[in-house]
């Protein structure tokens, strides 16, 4: 009896998409066969992310086994993170190179990527809560010295905020002083309003599942944290609208030639704007430049912090370390995870600009397993590399191959293959919608949502070429295979889809269900 995800996989079985995987090396993956051999399978779906540098990268690997065999202290939570903190040096040097600034980050290490997001809400959230009390301690002097000033209330004032006159100047302040009071508690008691996109994937914990636009993962647990306000992707205007609806103001008094006057000051309701600079799990989009930077000028005139997560778009995967630089989007916090311990061990790491840092939370968040030893030299050793070897420009020029092969089957396809989309390594081929094929099988698993896992299965057992749709688009295919993907590799990858395009074309039903 199948005890982990047995469901999952008798349904996914009816496609072929159950192997089992023994053998990964490079950019390939070798599948267990019913006669005990291996079959050789190209890997286009890189660990949907974690392999940019590919399976058990040799120099990684060797290296892991060196840091074991020197037995390395893996656990030592209380102590200095030489490793860690070198991890956020290299970071920040990269940072500084591709965004032209001379900001420092801090570094806050998690496991995955769903709790680098939970740890940038966290963050965010302590920092808001602690503008908060610093404007009501503001707001609280104000008070106290219109009090102390013996300040009087004008007529106006008292009505526009519906209190009743006491007849004397001192009681008139006080009832005023409570009126304001209580609404100000009101206002800055209210729910963090947090921005994401629609499409937007950032994780499936309670947190960051929040945060994630598809409904069918997000809508079973709205009642476990705050929920997000979710945003147009790359429509400009809708940033600007979004802030203006959700702002709010709280209420000070300020005293001039004697008498107290209320003045209305923007109350730090916006906790983060979160972005990812390409799509994944959305279907590869990637933000327009005009779009990122609407983000980049409103969140920064309204004082709420952007959480760029290039979890999946960063690591070098997109011809930069970091893909919010190809379109200027510079965050106050950033994400990182997958492929930025080398596909070998599992780290993640929130990085926080120093003008939004506050070192309160070194305490109030940690993991036992996160920045521990191994991870984190895996994580200095995929960076050495990647630096090393310009994975960047190899990322750009394996991207720009894969991307001239999909342009030409849309060009010969255009009634299957609707665009193509993304940036180096991080690639979407959109499919039609095939509901109105002939073949009942295709309009079917059209209708259930599962076109893209039919092809894909044609694809694995066909042509041994692993590609699979992206989780919340899926009608796109996702290509993001590792910055060592061959030519011969891609021609297979060309083979596959020409003949899965053709199939799906004619309603060819019996081909695309044939293994
Ligand atoms: N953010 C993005 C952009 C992602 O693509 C993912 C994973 N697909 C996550 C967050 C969550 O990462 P993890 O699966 O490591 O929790």
């Not at 072929?16 to 053998?23: A, I, K, N, Q, S």
């Not at 030592?76 to 001379?102: C, D, H, M």
């Amino acid at each position: 009896m199948e005890l982990v995800d047995g469901t999952l996989h008798t349904n996914i079985a009816g496609v072929g998409l159950d192997p089992h995987y023994v053998r990964a090396e490079g950019n390939s993956m070798w599948a267990a066969a019913r006669d005990g051999s291996e079959v050789e399978v190209v890997d286009f779906v890189g660990g949907y992310g974690s392999l940019l540098l590919g399976h058990n990268h040799p120099e990684i690997v060797a290296y892991a086994t060196e840091v074991l065999n020197a037995r390395t202290p893996i656990h030592s939570q209380f102590s200095r993170r030489p490793e860690a903190n070198r991890v956020t040096e290299v970071l920040n040097s990269v940072l500084r190179r591709e965004f032209g600034t001379s900001d420092t980050y801090f570094g806050v290490f998690a496991n995955t990527g769903a709790e680098a997001i939970e740890a940038a809400v966290k963050h965010a959230e302590l920092d808001r809560g602690l503008r908060i009390q610093a404007l009501a301690g503001q707001l609280a002097q104000n008070a106290e010295q219109a009090v102390a000033a013996g300040a009087a209330v004008d007529e106006a004032t008292l009505s526009r905020y519906g209190v009743p006159s006491t007849g004397s100047a001192r009681g008139d302040l006080t009832a005023l002083l409570a009126e304001i009071g209580a609404r100000n508690s009101l206002t800055l008691g209210k729910a963090p309003v947090i921005f994401t996109l629609e499409g937007g994937f950032h994780g499936k914990l309670a947190a960051s599942v929040q945060l994630t636009h598809n409904p069918a993962f997000r809508t079973p647990f709205t009642s476990l944290a705050a929920n997000a306000r979710f945003v147009a992707v790359n429509s400009a205007d809708a940033v600007r609208a979004a802030f203006e609806s959700e702002r709010a103001t709280v209420l000070d008094l300020v005293v001039t030639g004697g008498v107290a006057e209320v003045v209305e000051v923007p109350a730090p309701v916006f906790c983060a704007f979160f972005a990812e600079p390409v799509q994944g799990e959305g279907g590869i989009v990637p933000l327009s430049p005009e779009f990122a930077k609407e983000i980049s000028a409103v969140s920064a005139e309204f004082d709420c912090p952007v959480v760029v997560d290039e979890i999946q778009s960063g690591s070098g995967r997109t011809g930069a370390f970091f893909a919010s630089s190809h379109v200027g989007l510079q965050g106050d916090y950033v994400t990182l995870a997958k492929s930025i311990a080398g596909g070998v061990a599992k780290l993640a790491v929130l990085l926080v600009r120093e003008s939004r840092y506050r070192p309160e939370f070194e305490l109030l968040h940690s993991s036992t397993f996160a920045k521990d030893g191994f991870s984190t030299l895996i994580a200095q050793k995929t960076l050495e590399v990647m630096e090393r070897d310009d994975v960047y420009r190899l990322a750009e020029e394996r991207g720009a191959k894969i991307v001239a092969v999909l342009e030409a089957l849309r060009s010969e396809f255009p009634e299957v293959v609707k665009d193509v989309r993304g940036r180096g390594l991080l690639l979407g081929l959109e499919l039609h919608n095939q509901a109105a094929s002939s073949s009942q099988t295709i309009a079917g698993a059209q209708a259930g949502g599962v076109f893209g896992y039919l092809v894909s299965g044609f694809l694995l057992h066909r042509h041994q070429v692993r590609v699979l749709p992206t989780g919340s688009a899926p009608n796109t295919l996702r290509l993001q295979p590792s910055v060592y993907v061959t030519d011969a590799q891609i021609i297979q990858l060309e083979l596959g889809l020409r003949a899965m395009c053709a199939a799906v074309r004619d309603a060819d039903e019996a081909t695309l269900l044939s293994f």
